[in-house]
Every structure is written in C-alpha cells, then in structure tokens.
C-alpha cells in the first residue's frame, strides 16, 4: 500500500445534511475514517469546513479523504482522495462503485478500497434501486477484502452482512444526530 495510514474499517461520508458535523464526528469510533465531500458549498466555504473536519479529524486519530483529485487532497492536507481519477497519488485512495464495470475500473485506477452502494434503500439515492446482498456479492466479487459497505449502513446493517466478509461499512444518517 502507499499509504502511511491503516485502512479504517467504518466510515463517515459527509454530506450537507448533516447540520453539526462535531456531534457526527463524535459518534465514530477511534481511527474511522470520514470521506469529505460537501461539493455543493462554494469553494472558500468548503475549503473553511473542511480545515474545521481536518481538526476534527485529528483529535480522534481519525483518517479524512477529500473527494476530489488526489492533487488538491495532497494541497489541503488531506489522506487520500475519494474519486474514480486514475491519476497517481501517494495517499489513500477509494473510489465510488455502482456496478461491476465500475469495480473493475475502480480497481484498474489503484483504488485501496471501494465503496459500493447503494447498498440498501438510502435517503442520499431514494428512486435508485438498491443492490442488496447478492448484487452486493456478485459487484464486490474477488475483491470483498476491499470493499466498503454503503448506502442504507449502520452497524446492525453492517452485521447482516457479515458473511461477505467485506472490509467495512460506510454512512451519513447512522452517524448524523439530528
């Protein structure tokens, strides 16, 4: 791996929704992961409260990815990039997966995990059709040791899934308090 970081097991994404990004933070357990995303902020306002997670972060030995390129996630400070870029990075990276050809891509572009969703019904995708736990098996494939659970997740979710033997588990609302 080229990263200095262990891959945490459970993992936050951020998303707009959730309105005290403290308390969602609090409620991870000790080096989770969060995957900061916010694209919808204006580019000032989403570089301030990522600065605000980063601190966050850091408190609870947390690892933060920017959804981004690996370039701008190098700039901010981050530890690795979230997207499907095939571009070089020394950090972690992960990269979004919907279905197998995304896998394979995903897994072509050096990703260190992939997060596959939606996993179950989810707030974040309400008309798309959830994968469930065969599709979920058949995206996943031979690389379950890499792939992170997500869309519908909490940790009782994650548990029904624990036959997969997938590497985590990934969510918004499970870790939102409002």
């Known amino acids: 791996m080229r990263h200095r970081h ?3 097991r459970i993992w936050l994404m951020t998303d707009e929704r959730i309105n005290d990004m403290t308390a969602a933070i609090a409620l991870l357990p000790r080096r989770s992961g969060i995957v900061f995303r916010h694209h919808s902020l204006e580019p000032l306002a989403r570089r301030t409260l990522f600065d605000q997670v980063l601190k966050l972060a850091r408190r609870s030995n947390h690892v933060l990815l920017l959804s981004g390129t690996p370039q701008q996630a190098r700039q901010w ?3 690795g ?3 499907r870029s095939r571009l070089i990075s020394q950090g972690i990276r992960t990269a979004p ?3 197998g050809r995304e896998c394979v891509a ?3 572009a ?3 995990l992939i997060f596959v969703s939606p996993v179950f019904a989810t707030r974040s995708h309400p008309s798309q059709s959830p994968l469930g736990r ?3 098996a058949i995206v996943s494939g031979p690389v379950r040791s890499r792939t992170i659970a997500l869309g519908g997740m909490s940790a009782t979710q994650a548990r029904t899934l624990s036959a997969l033997r997938l590497f ?3 969510a918004i609302d499970a870790f939102n308090p409002c």
Do not use: K, Q, S
């Open 110 to 112: 050096g990703a260190d």
């Open 6 to 8: 262990p891959l945490p």
């Open 106 to 108: 995903a897994l072509h």
């Open 168 to 170: 985590g588990w990934a």
């Open 97 to 99: 997966v919907h279905n």
């Open 134 to 136: 065969v599709r979920l």
């Open 77 to 79: 400070g981050a530890a």
């Open 81 to 83: 990039a979230h997207n």
